[in-house]
C-alpha cells in the first residue's frame, strides 16, 4: 500500500499541491478513457466537461450520462473558460493544451496507458485519488477483481482463436495490450499477436491464421467507412457469416474497471457465437 | 520496329499472360509455385484455392481493366488535344469520379446499394468533364488544360468538404490513402460492379481513331472531312467518363497511367492516333499490373501504393519526356 | 462539271458583319483568286462557301443542292479544303498525312482497301513527294508541307478546292510552283479551285477570275486582265499601283 501511494505522489509531480488540497470539486477531462473513470468514480455534478468522444465513441454504458455533460475538444480556450479545479488529459494526445495549461498553472493530471490488469489498478487508484474519491476507487476495483475470478473459475472448453480487424490496414492489437488482456480472460486466444503492429496485414494473411471469429469495432462498424466494405469482402461474409461480433474499442483501449465487465460479455457473446455454428 | 504486327500481338499476348501468371502467385502468403497447376485437384490447399480465386484473381482482373480504361482513355485524350502531355485526370474527371466516390461511401449510401459508388463515381467524372468541356471549349488545347486544372480543384476541394462532414472520424485518413489508388482486397463483386461501365466506356473510345486521325490537321481541316467535333468531343467525354470514372470508384485516383500507356507503344506502331489506340489499351492494362504486383513485391512494411507506385515511376519518364519535347520544339 | 453558287451571303462575327450580301458563282474548270485587303472577309468566305460555316442569311448551293442538305461526309468527297497554314500535329509520315484526305470515303474500322494505296501513290506523285513519303511531316520544309496538304486535299478527288492562302510563306520558286500547279488542276482536270492570294502578280498570272473583297462586299468579279486596274487596286488597298503587261507576263508594282 505504501508503495502505491508513493506511486500515486510520483505521478502527480505536476500538481504536488494536490496530494494536500481538499477534493476536486469541478473535474475536467480531455481524455476519452479518463473520461470513463470519471463517470465512474464521480456523481455528475463534479464532472465540469468531457471530451467530445464520450458523446459517440465511448463506453455504451456511459453514453447518456456522457450526452448530458459538456463536451470540449481539448482546447486551452475551452479549459480556461471552464475554470476547472483539475485538469486530466492523455499522455499522447492534447499536447499544446498540457503544456498552455501548465504554464498557466491549472492543475494537471496526465493519465498514464494501462496495458493489463495491473495497469488498470494503478491508473483507477492514481484517479481516484486525485479526485478524492479513493474509497469508491477500491470499490470499483473490488468488482473487477471478483469478475475476474468468476471468468477463471468457470473457463470453458478449448479457447477459440479471434481476431480483432476492422478492414486492411487498421490496427490490431496484439500482446502486451489492454484488449489482449480482456481476449484471455474471456477464455479466447488473440491471434491477431503474430500480425500486431503490421500495416501490411492483407485479407491474404487474414485468412492464413484461421481465425474463427472476427471482432470488429464498433466505431468502425457504425458509420459508413471504406474500412467497412473491406470487411464485407465477399470471402469473409461467406467465411463469418455469424462469427462477426462488434466490440466497443473505447473500453477495450482503456484502463478502466469495467474491462472486466467487457470480458465476461465478450464470453457469453463467444459462447452464443460457438453454439449457434459450427466453427471451421 | 522490325517486328511484324502479327508478332507484336503474340508478343503483348505473351506478356499479358506471364504477368497474369506471377499476380496469381505473389502476394503477402507465400504459395509454392505449382499451385496454379493443382488448383482443381481434388487435394489441393484450400487455403491456396481461397486466396487465387477469390482474393488475387479479381485483383488481377481489376487491374487489367483498370489498366486498359487509363491507357486507352490517355491515348483518346491526347489525340483530341493533339496534346502529348494529355492523360485522364487533366480533364478534372479522376478528381470527378474520386468526388463522387467519396460522397457514396462517406454518407453510407454505398452499404443500402452497392451500385452507388460506381453509379456516383461516374456523376461525378460526368460532372467534371462537362464542366471542364464547357470551361474550355473551342480556345483551343491551352484552355482546355486550364479548365481541367481549375476542375481538378474544385473537385478535390469538394473532396475536402466531403471528408468534413463524414460521419465517421477516421473518414479523412481513410480516404487519403483510397485517393493514392489500391487494388488490395478487392472481390469479385466490384468486378462485376464496374465492368459493364468500364467496358461499355473502352467500346465508346475505342470508335474515335479515324476521327482522332482527322483532328490530327487541325479542327478546320478536320471538319472539312466531315468529322462532327462536337459529337466527337461529346464521344471522348463519354467514354472517359464512363471507363476512367468506372476505374477511379473502383480503385482510387492511379496517375501516369494514361500518360505513359499512349507514349510507350508509340515507338512500336508509329503516332497516328488510331494505330496507338489499342495498343496503349493493351499497354496500360500490362503497366497497371507490373505496378500492382510491384507494390506486392517491394520489400516495403507498408503495403505500397499503386498510385504512389505509378507516380514515382512515372515521374522520370515524364521529366524525360519534357526534356524531349522541349528539344523537339522550336 | 460542278458549279458553285453563293446568293446574298451576309454573317456577322461577334456582331460585326464579315460578310455583306456577297453573290458569287464559279464552275469546274475556273481558278478563282481571292484579294483583297486584311480583314476584308477573304477567309470567312472560304469557309463559308466550304460549307464549315453557315451564313446567317443567304445560300450556298454545289451543283444546285444547298451545302446545308449535304450529309458532311458527302460534302467531303466533293469538295477539299485547306486552311491558312495547314499544319500536322504529330509526326506522322507524309504518306500517311496524304491517306487522311480519304477520311470521308473509309469504314470506322479496319485499313485500307488497296484501291486507295494507288489513289495515296497518284497523289504523292503529283505533287513531286514519292522521295518524302516516309519523312515525318513535321520535319519538312514549308515548300514540302504545302505539297504535302495539297497531295492530302487531292487524294480524295475533290470537283472543288478551296485553298485559304495558299502561298504564304512561300518562298518565289514554291509560290510559283503552287500556283502553276493550282492552275493546272482547275485547267486539265476541270476542278474548280478557289484561292485566296494575296500576292497580285501572281494571282493576275495563274486565275482565271478574280473575286475582290473589302469590308465584306464584293467589289469586283471577273477575269483578271479586265478585272485588275490600279482604280480597283487604290479602292481596295488605299494604295497607288501600276499594273502592266499582261497574260504569263502581267506585273502589278506599287508607286
Known amino acids: 500500500m505504501h508503495s502505491l501511494w508513493s506511486l500515486f505522489c510520483a505521478g502527480l509531480l505536476l500538481v504536488p499541491q494536490l496530494c494536500a488540497a481538499a477534493a476536486p470539486q469541478r473535474v475536467m477531462s480531455l481524455n476519452l478513457c479518463a473520461d470513463q473513470l470519471l463517470l465512474a468514480l464521480l456523481p455528475e455534478q463534479r464532472i465540469a466537461s468531457l471530451s467530445w468522444l464520450s458523446q459517440t465513441e465511448g463506453d455504451p454504458y456511459w453514453l447518456t450520462t456522457a450526452q448530458r455533460l ?6 486551452a480556450e475551452e479549459v480556461l473558460a471552464m475554470h476547472p479545479d483539475l485538469v486530466i488529459a492523455g499522455a499522447y494526445t492534447t499536447g499544446a493544451t498540457r503544456r498552455l495549461l501548465a504554464r498557466a498553472g491549472t492543475p494537471l493530471l496526465v493519465l498514464p496507458p494501462a496495458q493489463d490488469w495491473a495497469g488498470i489498478r494503478v491508473v483507477t487508484r492514481q484517479v481516484a ?5 479513493s474509497a469508491r476507487g477500491e470499490q470499483l476495483l473490488a468488482q473487477m477483481d471478483e469478475t475476474l475470478l468468476q471468468l477463471q473459475q468457470h473457463a470453458s472448453g478449448s479457447p ?10 487498421t490496427d490490431v492489437p496484439g500482446r502486451d495490450t489492454l484488449f489482449d488482456a480482456i481476449l484471455t480472460a474471456a477464455g479466447a486466444v488473440n491471434v491477431g499477436a503474430a500480425v500486431a503492429g503490421r500495416a501490411d496485414f492483407d485479407l491474404e494473411r487474414l485468412l492464413q491464421l484461421r481465425p474463427q471469429v472476427l ?4 466505431a468502425y462498424a457504425a458509420t459508413p467507412s471504406l474500412r467497412g466494405e473491406a470487411v464485407n469482402h465477399r470471402v469473409i461474409r461467406k467465411l463469418y457469416a455469424g462469427a462477426q461480433l462488434t466490440y466497443p474499442e473505447a473500453v477495450y483501449g482503456c484502463g478502466v474497471p469495467r474491462a472486466a465487465q467487457m470480458a465476461l460479455q465478450l464470453r457469453q457473446q463467444l459462447s452464443a457465437v460457438r453454439s449457434l455454428r459450427s466453427l471451421p | 520496329m522490325s517486328v511484324s504486327p502479327r508478332k507484336r500481338v503474340v508478343l503483348a499476348i505473351a506478356v499479358l499472360l506471364a504477368l497474369v501468371m506471377v499476380s496469381l502467385l505473389v502476394g503477402r502468403v507465400a504459395l509454392p509455385s505449382n499451385t496454379l497447376f493443382t488448383l482443381w485437384r481434388s487435394d489441393a490447399d484450400p487455403l491456396a484455392v481461397l486466396i487465387i480465386t477469390e482474393l488475387r484473381l479479381p485483383r488481377t482482373v481489376l487491374a487489367l481493366l483498370v489498366g486498359a480504361a487509363l491507357g486507352l482513355s490517355g491515348a483518346v485524350l491526347q489525340g483530341l488535344t493533339r496534346n502529348p502531355l494529355a492523360e485522364p485526370g487533366l480533364l478534372g474527371v479522376s478528381s ?20 452507388a459508388t460506381p453509379l456516383l463515381g461516374l456523376a461525378g467524372a460526368f460532372g467534371a468533364a462537362l464542366l471542364t468541356l464547357t470551361l474550355g471549349r473551342g480556345e483551343g488545347v491551352l484552355v482546355l488544360i486550364l479548365a481541367g486544372a481549375a476542375v481538378s480543384g474544385v473537385m478535390f476541394a469538394g473532396t475536402a468538404l466531403a471528408l468534413n462532414l463524414a460521419p465517421n472520424p477516421y473518414a479523412a485518413y481513410e480516404i487519403s490513402m483510397w485517393l493514392m489508388g489500391s487494388l488490395a482486397d478487392r472481390s469479385w463483386d466490384h468486378v462485376l460492379l464496374v465492368a459493364p461501365f468500364l467496358v461499355a466506356g473502352l467500346l465508346v473510345l475505342g470508335g474515335t ?3 482522332l486521325d482527322a483532328l490530327s490537321l487541325g479542327e478546320q481541316q478536320a471538319t472539312s472531312l466531315g468529322i462532327n467535333l462536337r459529337s466527337l468531343r461529346l464521344q471522348v467525354l463519354l467514354g ?7 476505374a477511379t470508384a473502383v480503385a482510387g485516383a492511379i496517375g501516369f497511367i494514361g500518360l505513359l500507356a499512349p507514349h510507350w507503344v508509340r515507338p512500336w506502331v508509329g503516332h497516328e492516333p488510331r494505330r496507338v489506340l489499342w495498343p496503349a489499351t493493351v499497354a496500360g492494362a500490362a503497366l497497371l499490373l507490373a505496378a500492382d504486383i510491384g507494390t506486392r513485391l517491394l520489400p516495403f512494411a507498408q503495403e505500397l501504393k499503386l498510385g504512389v507506385l505509378t507516380v514515382l ?3 522520370p519518364f515524364f521529366v524525360s519526356l519534357l526534356l524531349r519535347l522541349r528539344r523537339s520544339a522550336p | 462539271m460542278s458549279l458553285l453558287q453563293a446568293q446574298d451571303v451576309c454573317l456577322s462575327l461577334s456582331a460585326r458583319p464579315v460578310l455583306q450580301a456577297v453573290s458569287v458563282s464559279a464552275q469546274g474548270g475556273e481558278f478563282i483568286a481571292v484579294i483583297g485587303p486584311n480583314g476584308a472577309g477573304k477567309s470567312t468566305l472560304l469557309t463559308v462557301l466550304a460549307g464549315l460555316l453557315a451564313p446567317d442569311s443567304g445560300t450556298v448551293h454545289l451543283d444546285a443542292k444547298p451545302l446545308a442538305a449535304y450529309a458532311p461526309r458527302d460534302l467531303a468527297r466533293q469538295r477539299a479544303y485547306l486552311p491558312q497554314n495547314p499544319r500536322c500535329d504529330w509526326p506522322l509520315p507524309v504518306e500517311r498525312v496524304v491517306a487522311l484526305g480519304l477520311t470521308p470515303g473509309l469504314p470506322a474500322f479496319g485499313g485500307f482497301p488497296p484501291a486507295d494505296q494507288l489513289r495515296i501513290d497518284a497523289a504523292l506523285q503529283a505533287c513531286d513527294l514519292q522521295s518524302r513519303r516516309q519523312q515525318p511531316a513535321t520535319t519538312l520544309s514549308g515548300g514540302e508541307l504545302a505539297r504535302t496538304m495539297l497531295a492530302r486535299a487531292l487524294v480524295g478527288d475533290p470537283a472543288v478546292l478551296i485553298v485559304d492562302e495558299p502561298i504564304a510563306g512561300l518562298d518565289p520558286r514554291h509560290a510559283l510552283e503552287a500556283m502553276r500547279r493550282l492552275a493546272r488542276l482547275a485547267r486539265d482536270e476541270q476542278r474548280l479551285v478557289i484561292a485566296a492570294v494575296h500576292d497580285l502578280t501572281l494571282a493576275m498570272r495563274y486565275a482565271t477570275r478574280l473575286w475582290a473583297l473589302r469590308d465584306g462586299r464584293l467589289l469586283a468579279d471577273g477575269p483578271p486582265a479586265t478585272t485588275l486596274t490600279a482604280e480597283l487596286l487604290r479602292e481596295l488597298f488605299d494604295v497607288a499601283a501600276c499594273v502592266s503587261g499582261e497574260g504569263g507576263s502581267a506585273y502589278v508594282d506599287y508607286v
Open chain 1, 70 to 75: 459538456p463536451a470540449n475538444h481539448g482546447t
Open chain 1, 129 to 133: 485519488a486525485a479526485v478524492g474519491e
Open chain 1, 160 to 169: 477459440l482463436r479471434v481476431i480483432a480487424w476492422s478492414g486492411s490496414g
Open chain 1, 215 to 218: 471482432l470488429r469495432g464498433a
Open chain 2, 96 to 115: 470527378g469520379a474520386a468526388l463522387g466516390a467519396v460522397i457514396a461511401i462517406h454518407t453510407g449510401l454505398s452499404l443500402v446499394w452497392p451500385l
Open chain 2, 209 to 211: 481513331g479515324r476521327a
Open chain 2, 240 to 246: 472517359t467518363a464512363l471507363a476512367v470514372g468506372a
Open chain 2, 313 to 315: 515511376v512515372g515521374t
